[in-house]
């Protein structure tokens, strides 16, 4: 199994000078679960006996982006990997990350405190994998189940509940009986749990290909009901739930996930910044939300049109012609790609004339109407009413009796 990735192959030296110096190291959590999963892995997590110090007198070029929690980055050959120290987390004291990491020599101690038996795994540089907590099995029979005892462990750290749904939905898995009991035990503690965090857990739910499953039990364990804006939503959560795209059950991306929940909430473009403010969400994701959610309800009710295209851009329609399979609505990619070919411009920057040389031909000091008739002219231009020249337009908008020169 290692042999056959890049990633662990290349992360193998790291363990063997780490054993060289008198240390135990080994691949730990998701990318042993995802190699056994034959899924692709994105990253090597590695965990070793060793001290951060100690690592540090190992590597000559290291960086300290986690000390405090045993986390060291070793450069080498311009690849980075972490390599982090066995440890326990103690002292759980606001349902939140541990106040206190301590390190320990004991990979079992380690495994121990992971969340679920899937992501407890370790494997040793031969490919060898130590199962403590009856992982591989729980993997075989797709199953997320908390190491130890559920109560604890989300009593401990609240996150790990919106973690488990993400999981059943990113492996298509289902949750095991008393992991989700204590998840509808305990969801209120979920409102001690950073937005920003509970977000990143939530976007995993979405994208994932159990999504219908994960997004069930999200309801079923009344999770929804301690994120932002969504405790009044029970019905129209179970709808969205429910949609799905006979081709690919996936959703393309986080814009377009973030617009079919709001479409499916029936939440207009203006509700759409205080809704993913309130979810923490960029600005740039914001305003990429509020296009499409424009876009797509205008496309439920009619044809994609030149000017809709040009407005939402086309990477954004593209996304919002897929959604359209997801509410049974058919998509028109052939007329996407006949527009995209006809438009006459694809940008502001594209045309010909601009504010100066409106100001020089009218001889009209910048005004109102400046704006006006350039957003006037976009339109035109883009409707092919005129022609993106400049001689052109300027007799157009004298023509048009527009403006008086
Ligand atoms: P992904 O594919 O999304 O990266 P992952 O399993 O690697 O999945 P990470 O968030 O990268 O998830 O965490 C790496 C490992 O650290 C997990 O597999 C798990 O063993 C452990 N872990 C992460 N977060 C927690 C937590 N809140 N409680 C307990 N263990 C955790
Ligand atoms: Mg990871």
């Given at each position: 199994?290692?042999?056959?990735?890049?990633?662990?192959?290349?992360?193998?030296p790291?363990?063997?000078?780490?054993?060289?110096?008198?240390?135990?190291a080994?691949?730990v959590g998701?990318?042993?679960r995802?190699?056994?999963l034959n899924?692709?892995?994105n990253?090597?997590?590695?965990?070793?006996?060793?001290?951060?110090?100690?690592?540090?007198?190992?590597?000559?070029?290291?960086?300290?982006?986690?000390?405090?929690?045993?986390?060291?980055?070793?450069?080498?050959n311009?690849?980075?990997y972490?390599?982090?120290?066995?440890?326990?987390?103690?002292?759980?004291?606001?349902?939140r990350?541990?106040?206190?990491v301590?390190?320990?020599?004991?990979l079992?101690?380690?495994?121990?405190?992971?969340?679920?038996?899937?992501?407890?795994?370790?494997?040793?540089?031969?490919?060898?994998?130590?199962?403590?907590?009856?992982?591989?099995?729980?993997?075989?029979?797709?199953?997320?189940?908390?190491?130890?005892?559920?109560?604890?462990?989300?009593?401990?750290d609240?996150l790990?509940?919106?973690?488990?749904?993400?999981?059943?939905?990113?492996l298509?898995?289902?949750?095991?009986?008393?992991?989700?009991?204590?998840?509808?035990?305990?969801?209120?503690?979920?409102?001690?749990?950073?937005?920003e965090?509970?977000?990143?857990?939530?976007?995993?739910?979405?994208?994932?290909?159990?999504?219908?499953k994960?997004?069930n039990?999200?309801?079923?364990?009344a999770l929804?009901s301690?994120?932002?804006?969504?405790?009044?939503?029970?019905?129209?959560?179970?709808?969205?739930?429910?949609?799905k795209?006979?081709?690919?059950h996936?959703?393309?991306?986080?814009v377009?996930?973030?617009t079919?929940?709001?479409?499916?909430?029936?939440?207009?473009?203006?509700?759409?910044?205080?809704?993913?403010?309130?979810?923490?969400?960029?600005?740039?994701?914001?305003q990429?939300?509020?296009?499409?959610?424009?876009?797509?309800?205008?496309?439920?009710?009619?044809?994609?049109?030149?000017?809709?295209?040009?407005?939402?851009?086309?990477?954004?329609?593209?996304?919002?012609?897929?959604?359209?399979?997801?509410?049974?609505k058919?998509?028109?990619?052939?007329?996407?790609?006949?527009?995209?070919?006809?438009?006459p411009?694809?940008?502001?920057?594209?045309?010909?004339?601009?504010?100066?040389?409106?100001?020089?031909?009218?001889?009209?000091s910048?005004?109102?109407?400046?704006?006006?008739?350039?957003?006037?002219?976009?339109?035109?231009?883009?409707l092919?009413?005129?022609?993106?020249?400049?001689?052109?337009?300027?007799?157009?908008?004298?023509?048009?009796?527009?403006?008086?020169?």
């Amino acid at each position: 199994m290692i042999h056959d990735n890049l990633l662990f192959t290349k992360a193998l030296p790291i363990i063997t000078e780490i054993k060289k110096a008198g240390y135990e190291a080994y691949f730990v959590g998701g990318c042993v679960r995802d190699a056994l999963l034959n899924k692709e892995i994105n990253d090597v997590d590695l965990a070793t006996s060793a001290f951060p110090a100690e690592i540090k007198a190992i590597f000559s070029k290291t960086i300290d982006v986690g000390i405090e929690h045993g986390t060291v980055m070793v450069l080498r050959n311009d690849e980075t990997y972490e390599v982090t120290t066995f440890r326990t987390e103690s002292t759980y004291q606001d349902f939140r990350r541990p106040d206190q990491v301590v390190f320990v020599r004991s990979l079992k101690e380690d495994l121990k405190r992971r969340d679920f038996t899937v992501n407890a795994l370790a494997m040793t540089e031969d490919g060898e994998i130590i199962d403590y907590f009856d992982g591989v099995n729980d993997l075989t029979n797709g199953l997320i189940k908390a190491v130890g005892s559920p109560k604890e462990r989300f009593f401990e750290d609240a996150l790990r509940m919106m973690r488990g749904v993400r999981f059943v939905s990113q492996l298509d898995f289902n949750m095991d009986s008393e992991t989700k009991k204590a998840i509808f035990l305990h969801r209120a503690l979920l409102a001690k749990i950073a937005v920003e965090r509970i977000q990143v857990e939530f976007m995993k739910l979405l994208l994932g290909e159990g999504r219908q499953k994960g997004l069930n039990l999200f309801i079923e364990s009344a999770l929804y009901s301690y994120c932002p804006g969504l405790a009044e939503y029970q019905k129209e959560l179970l709808y969205f739930a429910s949609l799905k795209n006979d081709q690919n059950h996936k959703l393309p991306s986080p814009v377009a996930a973030w617009t079919l929940l709001l479409f499916t909430l029936e939440k207009h473009e203006e509700d759409v910044d205080s809704f993913l403010r309130a979810w923490k969400c960029s600005k740039k994701m914001i305003q990429q939300v509020k296009i499409a959610l424009k876009a797509l309800t205008l496309r439920v009710k009619q044809p994609l049109d030149p000017l809709l295209l040009y407005q939402s851009g086309y990477a954004i329609i593209l996304e919002v012609e897929e959604l359209l399979l997801f509410l049974d609505k058919p998509a028109d990619l052939t007329r996407l790609e006949e527009l995209l070919n006809q438009l006459p411009i694809k940008d502001k920057k594209e045309m010909t004339v601009s504010g100066f040389d409106l100001v020089a031909y009218f001889n009209k000091s910048p005004g109102k109407w400046l704006g006006e008739a350039l957003d006037k002219i976009e339109i035109a231009i883009v409707l092919g009413d005129v022609a993106n020249e400049k001689e052109v337009i300027l007799s157009w908008l004298s023509e048009a009796n527009e403006i008086k020169k």
